[in-house]
């Protein structure tokens, strides 16, 4: 069983910048690709940035240029990096694992980007 725990949301003003992680437990994080998505009241839910474990990265084009997504294999944690804050950005970011057989998610983390 694995168990992700996101952290490091809160409130920022547009413009600003938060840091996310997502940090797992077990010891084979390294293999599988990680994922940040993103879910606004009412809206479904988003795919925000992915990173393989070769460290290839994907971004969804409403992120392109402000996010960036990595990985410290040796702590077991996916970052997501965000710049340039933007109201639309609000949501509730959740990490996800892939695995051969299953997926994981985390139980996620508030954004809200206000003034």
């Known amino acids: 069983q694995v168990q992700l725990m996101e952290s490091g949301g809160g409130l920022v003003q547009p413009g600003g910048s938060l840091r996310l992680s997502c940090a797992a437990s077990g010891s084979t994080f390294r293999l599988y690709t990680m994922a940040w998505y993103r879910q606004a009241p009412g809206k479904q839910r988003e795919l925000v940035a992915v990173?393989?474990?070769?460290?290839?990265?994907t971004y969804g084009d409403s992120v392109k240029g402000r996010f960036t997504i990595s990985r410290d294999n040796a702590k077991n944690t996916v970052f997501l990096q965000m710049n340039s804050l933007k109201p639309e950005d609000t949501g509730v970011y959740y990490c996800?694992?892939?695995?051969?057989?299953?997926?994981?998610w985390g139980q996620g983390t508030q954004v809200t980007v206000s003034a």
């Open positions: 990173i393989t474990s070769a460290s290839s990265t």
């Open positions: 996800k694992m892939t695995m051969p057989t299953r997926v994981y």
